[in-house]
Antibody, heavy 119, light 111 residues
Framework: EVQLVQSAAEVKKPGESLRISCKGS????????ISWVRQMPGKGLEWMGR????????NYSPSFQGHVTISADKSISTAYLQWSSLKASDTAMYYC????????????WGQGTLVTVSS | QSALTQPASVSGSPGQSITISCTGS?????????VSWYQQHPGKAPKLVIY???NRPSGVSNRFSGSKSGNTASLTISGLQAEDEADYYC???????????FGGGTKVTVL
């Protein structure tokens, strides 16, 4: 069974750093791109960026470029999303999702990681 | 503002059929057959229900169907059931500044 399991919810203060994770299982991790998608409270889905776990090539939305970093460790089938300095406006649910190399859709999603940034 | 436009809400009675539209442009829907649809129940992660305009993943009910005409894609849910009450998002490949765009989402209510 294909699964993407994300790390637990986090509560942070503005200016703090954070890294959340997404571990894949049940499939060959390097055969799928991993994207990160933000969903702010009561709002829609926003694509943030993606990584090819095979060679760690990344691609970011201009809206998130420079504010987040996406990385992956293929040896442990895990992708990461990190911030060096959180803002209150980063409060949201973050999902990882897999995209097959042969398609342009997200076939599996993690359960989501809620990030709350508050002083 | 989302790149793809969806109605905010659609409703129907059990057993009826409803259709959700998703309007884009020549940079996305009209130019490529990479339209996908996602179902999201409250407090849950999105789930893929249609990909490549009209293909259903294994395990998705055949009550869900997708189509496209020009710059507008559609998701039709036939034989509406209480469990179909959820938010639905369209997505598409795009040649704009990001490779993926989503619609703003449509809340489906079963009356």
């Amino acid at each position: 069974e294909v699964q993407l399991v994300q790390s637990a919810a986090e509560v942070k203060k503005p200016g703090e750093s954070l890294r959340i994770s997404c571990k894949g299982s049940g499939y060959n991790f390097i055969n799928y791109w991993i994207s990160w998608v933000r969903q702010m409270p009561g709002k829609g889905l926003e694509w943030m960026g993606r990584i090819d776990p095979y060679d760690s090539w990344t691609n970011y939305s201009p809206s998130f470029q420079g504010h987040v970093t996406i990385s992956a460790d293929k040896s442990i089938s895990t992708a990461y999303l990190q911030w060096s300095s959180l803002k209150a406006s980063d409060t949201a649910m973050y999902y990882c999702a897999s995209r097959p190399r042969s398609g342009d859709h997200f076939d599996y999603w993690g359960q989501g990681t809620l990030v709350t940034v508050s002083s | 503002q989302s790149a793809l436009t969806q109605p905010a809400s659609v409703s129907g009675s059990p057993g009826q059929s409803i259709t959700i539209s998703c309007t884009g442009s020549t940079s996305d829907i009209d130019g490529y057959n990479y339209v996908s649809w996602y179902q999201q129940h409250p407090g849950k992660a999105p789930k893929l229900v249609i990909y490549d305009v009209s293909n259903r993943p294994s395990g998705v009910s055949n009550r869900f169907s997708g189509s496209k005409s020009g710059n507008t894609a559609s998701l039709t849910i036939s034989g509406l059931q209480a469990e179909d009450e959820a938010d639905y998002y369209c997505g598409s490949y795009t040649t704009s500044s990001t490779p993926v765009v989503f619609g703003g989402g449509t809340k489906v209510t079963v009356l």
